[in-house]
């Protein structure tokens, strides 16, 4: 079975800061695997995905994520985070194309002015 | 780019109602949609996976007879709550696949809150 862990409830950094959002993930065959973002009351905003191709991908707003296939992991990052980017943040995996996603708990991403 | 809608967007009802919530791929045709549920500030479960034309899917643990899908046409996939009651309010939301060259993506609707008193 797929799953996907996220480890962190709630990462906080200050503006201007890099930023790292941490997932691991878990699945019988190649991964796919993807990052939304969500504001309050409202839906998910896709920031980016990897497929295959080059381990670092980049997305949306500035933000990449860097598979690790030995480590299981699939990181979300930003050089340099904006107050703006606070958010709810779900990593997603799924092991072939025409299923369901499984998501991660969610982080809470808050940055300090 | 592919735009997935839901309606309502915020529904309130008395317990015991039913509730029909719409999700529509307005610009792409899709075989596929999921529906998901989130509580707050949890994370998204999936509910069901829903194919056209054919029965939908449902997860474990997720009642067929209580949360109806249907899927009628390649746009559009319906959910009904049935016989609503205050645990099933939550934030309902449909993702809808679509396939292409570059392979299969999943576009997500807004969500529906659903609140039952």
């Known amino acids: 079975a797929q799953s996907v862990a996220q480890p962190e409830d709630q990462v906080n950094v200050a503006e201007g800061n890099p930023l790292t959002v941490k997932c691991t993930y878990s699945v019988s065959g190649n991964p796919y695997l993807f990052w939304y973002v969500q504001y309050p009351n409202r839906g998910l905003q896709f920031l980016l995905k990897?497929?295959?191709?080059?381990?670092l991908v980049k997305g949306s707003y500035g933000f990449e994520a860097e598979f690790n296939k030995s480590q299981t992991s699939f990181h979300l990052k930003k050089p340099s985070a904006l107050v703006s980017d606070s958010a709810l943040y779900f990593c997603a995996v799924r092991d072939q194309a025409g299923t369901a996603l499984i998501f991660g708990k969610g982080t809470t991403l808050s940055v300090s002015s | 780019g592919a735009v997935v809608s839901q309606h309502p967007s915020w529904v309130i009802c008395k317990s015991g109602t039913s509730v029909k919530i719409e999700c529509r791929s307005l610009?792409?045709?899709?075989?596929?949609m999921f529906w998901y549920r989130q509580f707050p500030k949890q994370s998204l479960m999936l509910m069901a996976t829903?194919?056209?034309?054919?029965?939908?899917?449902?997860e474990q643990g997720v009642e067929k007879d209580k949360f109806l899908i249907n899927h009628a046409s390649l746009t559009l996939s319906t959910l009904t709550v049935t016989s609503a009651h205050p645990e099933d309010s939550s934030f309902y939301i449909c993702?809808?696949?679509?396939?292409?060259?570059?392979?299969?993506?999943?576009?997500f609707g807004p969500g529906t809150r659903l609140t039952v008193l």
């Open positions: 610009d792409f045709q899709a075989t596929t």
């Open positions: 829903s194919n056209e034309g054919s029965k939908a899917t449902y």
């Open positions: 993702s809808a696949e679509r396939s292409s060259g570059s392979g299969h993506e999943q576009f």
């Open positions: 990897y497929i295959t191709g080059d381990n």
